[in-house]
């Protein structure tokens, strides 16, 4: 039934959208951004946080006059941080988290845009870079572990600011392609040619990013980090061909298959990889 509903309400909305852009496809457009770019979950409350997030040592940075939300577990070795991804938050890396700890590792998780307790409304892949960027300009992280969008944004953040510090990179079912993500958003709605393209052009406007070439497995191409990629067969969410995309594009990657765990991933043995690949020199 929630499914009926969804596609219900998704159509309804499409069809708004489409008879405006008529009107005016630029406040069309507008909308259409706003829907793309406003999660419907993810926030956190100070007073009603996970236990797992009481446990740590918050500090918040800033950025563009917004706090970035940080969560640190101390170790005595390199850092790793955690970046989550889209309607999600730091509390995601629960199951993962009782593995780091027994690493003499420190653990570092960010709150994304508009999720966790991070400030902002507006969540969009270059403006979690930039949180990236100011946490790992103090703390210098040696390995960094992303997960679905996280991992498209830590690909992005690594072309951008060519971060030689981080080692290791792990990806947890990570789409490569904006256009899909763009395109697959556009087919939920059925929203029109006209909108579409108008989203396109303003992503190239606002963020400066030709939508065709913005793929995580053409930045990585070029990355010299080891790498250890990770996708389930079953996935739903990001299909198992972008996990091959990076696989096949990094010169120094690990690919494991999953099947069986979908999009989030988690697993006893799949962790106990990931910290052995963690430990390896």
């Known amino acids: 039934m929630k499914k009926i509903q969804f596609f219900i309400l998704a159509k309804s909305i499409g069809f708004y959208l489409n008879c405006l852009?008529?009107?005016n496809v630029e406040k069309a457009k507008n909308k259409a951004y706003q829907l793309f770019s406003q999660p419907k979950k993810g926030k956190l409350k100070k007073d009603f946080l996970p236990k797992t997030l009481l446990s740590a040592t918050h500090?918040?940075?800033?950025?563009?006059?917004?706090?970035?939300q940080t969560y640190i577990w101390k170790g005595n070795k390199d850092i790793i941080l955690l970046i989550h991804?889209?309607?999600?938050?730091?509390?995601?890396?629960?199951?993962?988290?009782?593995?780091?700890?027994?690493?003499?590792?420190?653990?570092i998780a960010i709150d994304a845009p508009a999720h966790g307790l991070s400030d902002g409304k507006e969540f969009n892949t270059p403006k979690y870079a930039e949180f990236i960027?100011?946490?790992?300009?103090?703390?210098?992280?040696?390995?960094?572990?992303?997960?679905?969008?996280?991992?498209?944004?830590?690909?992005?953040?690594?072309?951008?600011?060519?971060?030689?510090h981080i080692e290791k990179v792990i990806l947890l079912g990570t789409p490569s392609s904006f256009k899909i993500i763009n395109d697959n958003f556009i087919n939920i709605l059925s929203l029109n040619k006209r909108i579409k393209h108008r989203l396109e052009a303003?992503?190239?406007?606002?963020?400066?990013?030709?939508?065709?070439d913005f793929s995580g497995h053409k930045f990585a191409e070029n990355f010299?980090?080891?790498?250890?990629?990770?996708?389930?067969?079953?996935?739903?969410?990001?299909?198992?061909?972008?996990?091959?995309?990076?696989?096949?594009?990094?010169?120094?990657?690990?690919?494991?298959?999953?099947?069986?765990?979908?999009?989030?991933?988690?697993?006893e043995n799949l962790y106990l990889k990931i910290t052995s690949f963690i430990e390896e020199a």
């Open 133 to 164: 960027n100011v946490v790992t300009q103090k703390y210098q992280p040696k390995i960094a572990i992303g997960h679905s969008v996280g991992g498209i944004t830590l690909a992005y953040y690594l072309h951008k600011y060519k971060n030689p």
């Open 21 to 23: 852009s008529y009107f």
């Open 224 to 267: 010299t980090q080891k790498a250890l990629i990770a996708h389930d067969s079953e996935d739903t969410v990001v299909l198992v061909n972008e996990g091959h995309k990076y696989a096949k594009a990094w010169k120094d990657a690990i690919y494991i298959e999953t099947t069986g765990l979908g999009h989030s991933l988690h697993d």
């Open 202 to 212: 303003f992503y190239q406007d606002k963020f400066n990013i030709i939508i065709d």
């Open 85 to 107: 991804g889209w309607e999600s938050n730091s509390s995601r890396w629960k199951k993962l988290l009782q593995h780091l700890k027994k690493l003499p590792h420190t653990i």
């Open 59 to 68: 500090e918040t940075f800033e950025f563009q006059k917004e706090e970035i």
